[in-house]
Nanobody, 127 residues
Framework: QVQLVESGGGLVQAGGSLRLSCAAS????????MGWFRQAPGKEREFVAA????????EYIDSVKGRFTISRDSAKNTMYLQMNSLKPEDTAVYYC????????????????????WGQGTQVTVSS
């Protein structure tokens, strides 16, 4: 089991930046592929970015490429999502997720592949 807690959300104007954090606790000695998803009101949960347990492989949805950066600090058991040039359409609840994987290159954009989820953090971008 692993517990995930997101933080760093808030209200920001368009063009601004936020950095989300996802702190993991529990069985952190295992190798976890991790991801960020978001859900806007009335919409389905959407993949945003993913990172392998090694940190060497990443994946992004097209709409955030060049603006968002996913990273992880294994020593701190924390994953980050740096979000720059934010747009009103980025407004959503952001969730982090984890999946145990022994493959150093594994990432996934499918929420069904993830076993553990955080409670979410709200990001609101005003125009």
């Amino acid at each position: 089991q692993v517990q995930l807690v997101e933080s760093g959300g808030g209200l920001v104007q368009a063009g601004g930046s936020l950095r989300l954090s996802c702190a993991a606790s529990g069985r952190t000695s295992s190798r976890w592929s991790m991801g960020w998803f978001r859900q806007a009101p009335g919409k389905e949960r959407e993949f945003v970015a993913a990172i392998s347990w090694s940190g060497d492989f990443t994946e992004y949805i097209d709409s955030v490429k060049g603006r968002f950066t996913i990273s992880r600090d294994s020593a701190k058991n924390t994953m980050y999502l740096q979000m720059n040039s934010l747009k009103p359409e980025d407004t959503a609840v952001y969730y982090c997720a984890a999946k145990e994987s022994s493959l150093p290159f594994y990432t996934s954009n499918d929420p069904r592949r993830y076993n553990f989820w955080g409670q979410g953090t709200q990001v609101t971008v005003s125009s």
